[in-house]
């Protein structure tokens, strides 16, 4: 469990240690336990609290079956499952796109690293939303916009770690990082909701 821990907070110091360390842990398991700390952070500390002081989400419900009124609720139990889905879907298309370009690739490693960087960048995320809720933030674009500055981070990050665990160019890095924004962003924006 210290190891573990102390790995997640060399994420916010050195991104390049962060990757070596990553390196000698167990994969995916501690991709897995990442993105599974990441997303009940999101339930029970964001959504959970959201839901019982009443909030409303400010924009509606897409799907018919959830009500708006109640749907920071539902995303304590929905939000993981689309974590989960985005973590999954954004490590195998990394893994596909590298073995029809007939690159290197470890499924595992790549789960690995896309699973602690999600938790790096999204405690980050989790204490900047109830930074803006205190301070009354602007609105929930202002805020998405903001997101979407901070995941640069995440990209650094995953670009480290295809080079580093993967030998994978950095060009390429960049392009893999990018085409998995483009992919699993319009999961995200479908079903979670701004806490604003």
């Excluded at 790549?110 to 205190?134: R, S």
């Excluded at 929930?140 to 670009?159: C, E, K, M």
């Excluded at 080079?163 to 085409?179: D, E, S, T, V």
């Amino acid at each position: 469990m210290t190891g573990f821990l102390q790995l997640w907070f060399t994420g916010y110091v050195s991104p390049v240690r962060f990757i070596e360390r990553l390196r000698s842990t167990p994969a995916p398991l501690y991709g897995f336990y990442g993105q599974l700390l990441r997303a009940l952070m999101d339930a029970l500390l964001l959504f959970l609290p959201l839901y019982l002081l009443g909030r409303i989400p400010p924009m509606q419900s897409f799907i018919n079956l959830f009500s708006t009124q109640t749907y920071y609720g539902t995303l304590v139990w929905l939000a993981p499952i689309i974590f989960f889905l985005q973590w999954l879907i954004s490590s195998g298309l990394i893994h596909v796109t590298l073995h029809l370009m007939k690159r290197p690739s470890d499924f595992d490693q790549i789960l690995n690293i896309t699973g602690m960087t999600t938790l790096v960048v999204g405690f980050i995320l989790l204490v900047w939303d109830w930074g803006w809720i205190a301070l009354g933030g602007m609105d929930q674009y202002a805020l998405g916009i903001s997101h979407l500055v901070i995941d640069i981070y995440g990209i650094l990050i995953g670009i480290i770690g295809l080079k580093r665990l993967l030998g994978i160019p950095i060009w390429l890095g960049i392009l893999l990082n990018l085409l998995v924004y483009i992919v699993v962003l319009p999961i995200g924006a479908l079903f979670i909701r701004s806490p604003l």
